[in-house]
Every structure is written in structure tokens, then in C-alpha cells.
T-cell receptor
């Protein structure tokens, strides 16, 4: 699953800093959102999800914020580590058959 | 932790040949999917499969593509006559129920020459 991502936006952060990755989704009818992490050579890995009846959800070192008014999703990573370096995708689901639609992705580069 | 497994990890084929990509979804999952990712691009939906039939497919999933669940554990994607533009990473995924996270395998890299 390499995402060379020549045209991917890149967020560069120092190790230990907090990272915020943003995503605009397209379908106002979407009711379930997921953040995935993709490392080189691997498939997308589930990080955290949020349903449309919530505006915030926290996991271990990660927080997802949902603003339905402006159709915006963000992923906050606390105390970013070198192992967090990857491409991050937001994805949305609408409809009854669990069809997941991915956004374009953001590359996170963590520098020591 | 259960995972989705895909074989082969890399498949090279000549244009016009048929390929079958194989997947073993997580055993108690009911929904199955194929996605693809062309190098440098985002992950694109191909098809979803539930209750032994296709529930939804994208416009990419034309008559050259088919899916099958031949037994209780495997889920396959067949491309009948490959084209150069079919070169991509193909990801299989499964989910337990609707509106639940999809779990992805590590993909098959298909190279059509």
C-alpha cells in the first residue's frame, strides 16, 4: 500500500509536538467517519471512528473532532512519535451497505 | 488479533491475461469489500459484498471484474482481461456489521505489463 503521494499535502512536526490533521468531507448525509493510517507497504489501519451524533471522541493519544456544520473532520495526535509517520486518510460512510469513501490523504512526517 | 490476509502480495501479469486476487476476511465478519489504490492516489472503492451478493459497486467495477465467495472463508476478485491501467494495489477489507470499521489486508500489488 505505498502511497508515494507526490501531490499529498504534508504535515511536518517535531517529535513530542501535537499534530492536527484536517479533512473536509463531501456528503452531508454521511453519518459515520473513520480515520485510517497507512504506512508504506501496508493496508489502511483503523485509528478511530466517530458517528454523526457526536462532535468529539478520544482514544489513546488521538482525538477526532467532527463539525457537521462545515463538514469538517480533524485528527489530533498528542505527543507525536516517529512511529506516527504515515499517510492519514479520513473516510466517510453513508447509506446502508457500509460503503466507505476515502479522502485524499495527508502525509505526516515526524522529525526527531 | 484477527486480520484480513491477502495473497499473493505481488502479482505480475501480461495485458489481456486473467488474474485472481485472493482474500481471507476476518471470520465473523459479514461484509466484504475490494478497494484499489493507484500509486500516488487515494484508496478507491470497487465493490461491496453482503449475503452472497454484490450490494454496491463503483463505475470502475465494470464487466471485466467479478467477485466470488467460493467457500466459507475466501473472497476473491477476478479481473478477466487485464489492462495496463489495472496496475495498482488491491485491498480487501471486511467489517462485522454495517456502520462499523472496515479492516483491511496489506494488499496485492498488481503489475500489468
Amino acid at each position: 500500500g505505498e502511497s508515494v503521494g507526490l501531490h499529498l499535502p504534508t504535515l511536518s512536526v517535531q517529535e513530542g509536538d501535537n499534530s492536527i490533521i484536517n479533512c473536509a468531507y463531501s456528503n452531508s448525509a454521511s453519518d459515520y467517519f473513520i480515520w485510517y493510517k497507512q504506512e508504506s507497504g501496508k493496508g489502511p489501519q483503523f485509528i478511530i471512528d466517530i458517528r454523526s451524533n457526536m462532535d468529539k471522541r478520544q482514544g489513546q493519544r488521538v482525538t477526532v473532532l467532527l463539525n457537521k456544520t462545515v463538514k469538517h473532520l480533524s485528527l489530533q495526535i498528542a505527543a507525536t512519535q516517529p512511529g506516527d509517520s504515515a499517510v492519514y486518510f479520513c473516510a466517510e460512510i453513508s447509506g446502508g451497505y457500509n460503503k466507505l469513501i476515502f479522502g485524499a490523504g495527508t502525509r505526516l512526517a515526524v522529525h526527531p | 488479533e484477527p486480520e484480513v490476509t491477502q495473497t499473493p502480495s505481488h502479482q505480475v501479469t501480461q495485458m489481456g491475461q486473467e488474474v485472481i486476487l485472493r482474500c481471507v476476511p476476518i471470520s465473523n465478519h459479514l461484509y466484504f469489500y475490494w478497494y484499489r489504490q493507484i500509486l500516488g492516489q487515494k484508496v478507491e472503492f470497487l465493490v461491496s459484498f453482503y449475503n452472497n451478493e454484490i450490494s454496491e459497486k463503483s463505475e470502475i467495477f465494470d464487466d471485466q471484474f467479478s467477485v466470488e465467495r467460493p467457500d466459507g472463508s475466501n473472497f476473491t476478485l477476478k479481473i478477466r482481461s487485464t489492462k495496463l491501467e489495472d496496475s495498482a494495489m488491491y485491498f480487501c477489507a471486511s467489517s462485522e456489521v454495517a456502520n462499523s470499521p472496515l479492516h483491511f489486508g496489506n494488499g496485492t500489488r498488481l503489475t500489468v505489463t
